[in-house]
């Protein structure tokens, strides 16, 4: 129930219009969510599920279906390994190594860009993925904030 309802909060955070001005510094929130459970969910994280919800992020992105799979998959093996060591250190690091991380995502997301016909802006994908880890930190509240209130409301419910 959690995945879902993070799931569905990053797919209307990737759809909702934004003014023009704002689209160079918005953040990959498909990345975010996927940093979110590599770190603090890692233990009930299924790469499968991962893969079948990276679908409806490549269409809302409108990119080769199962880029964002791989780049998903990417994500969640680096914070998985390095999850127990970055969860106790402070929000500035954490942001640093989630940077770390998304540009290296950024990089593949370039590469694979590239050979499949696309020509996107490099400088782009690293201003996404600094606005990303800058953002880190109101959107992992949000996500635990939601997760919370998800449990709750499954309690109520029994």
Do not use: K
């Not at 023009?20 to 498909?30: D, E």
């Not at 079948?52 to 998959?73: E, K, N, Q, R, W």
């Not at 093996?77 to 970055?86: E, F, K, M, Q, R």
């Amino acid at each position: 129930m959690i995945f879902i309802s993070t799931w569905l909060v990053t797919l209307l955070l990737i759809a909702f219009p934004y003014p023009a001005f704002l689209t160079l510094a918005l953040p990959h929130f498909g990345f975010l969510f996927v940093t979110w459970w590599g770190l603090m969910r890692n233990y009930q994280l299924s790469m499968t599920l991962l893969l079948i919800s990276s679908l409806p992020v490549d269409v809302l992105y409108g990119t080769a279906l199962g880029l964002h799979g791989l780049l998903f998959a990417l994500i969640a093996y680096a914070l998985t390994l390095l999850g127990p060591s970055i969860r106790q250190v402070n929000w500035v690091r954490q942001s640093t190594v989630v940077f770390v991380v998304l540009l290296i995502a950024s990089s593949v997301s370039y590469w694979a860009r590239t050979l499949t016909g696309q020509s996107p802006e490099f400088y782009i994908l690293v201003l996404q993925a600094f606005v990303s880890a800058v953002l880190w930190s109101p959107m992992r509240w949000l996500y635990d904030g939601l997760a919370q209130y998800t449990q709750e409301i499954g309690a109520e419910r029994q």
